[in-house]
């Protein structure tokens, strides 16, 4: 038996909750892929989770993924940034991440992809699209996506489009949350029929350690989990 308040055991709770909710939504459980977000804990909890077989992790700051990056070298981690990117931070991404999932506007896509050939690297890019109200969440109008994909498209070859990427609402109320991640699938389907040359629709992430099972039965086919698997983050005193 796995302890359930340890890292092993938390991350096996997961998993299960994650085939529950493919298996409520008539899916195969292999469909959804779980992105551990490490933001705010420190290299013995990567350890830990390297020890259960994880290698991909989310981070929220180009500098977080630098410092880990550079104190786990050697260990074929991939890092992949899911937090708002400022344009001047694109040198950082370009050179760390193995994949970015927080594009969201014609400027940052001209730096990183600047940036890019500089590296002699290419890089998996999703589009963030806003479909919360929200004033505190970043992302794309969806009325804006498909001309942003034709641009990446055609001026930006480095930057490799794999999907779509929203944050929903933060409310009690499942069926305001349910909407933001119907929204995006949505979107994605009506993308999907523009058959945008250069582009693939195929993947969407979509909900948290809150909201996943209502994300995956809405068609997710990645969820970010973080508290749920590393425990209870400790944010510094504010100064």
Known sequence: MIAEDTMA??????QQRIREACERAGRRPDSVTLLPVSKTFGEDALREAMALGLTRFGENKTQEIRQKAVA?????????????????????????????QSLDRVELAEALHRRLQNEGRTLDVLVQVKTSPEPS???MAP?????????IAADFPTLRVRGLMTLAVNSPDPAQ????FRALRELR???AQERIAGVSLDRLSMGMSGDFELAIEEGSTEVRIGSAIFGARSYPDPQ
């Open 9 to 14: 055991g938390r991350l096996a709770r997961i």
């Open 72 to 100: 786990l070298a050697g260990h074929g981690l991939k890092w992949v940034l899911i937090g708002h990117l400022q344009t001047n931070k694109a040198k950082d991404a370009a050179r760390d991440a193995a994949e970015v």
């Open 137 to 139: 969440k970043y992302g």
């Open 143 to 151: 009325e804006d996506v498909a001309p942003f994909l034709r641009r």
């Open 177 to 180: 949350v349910r909407a933001c």
């Open 189 to 191: 389907d009506r993308l």
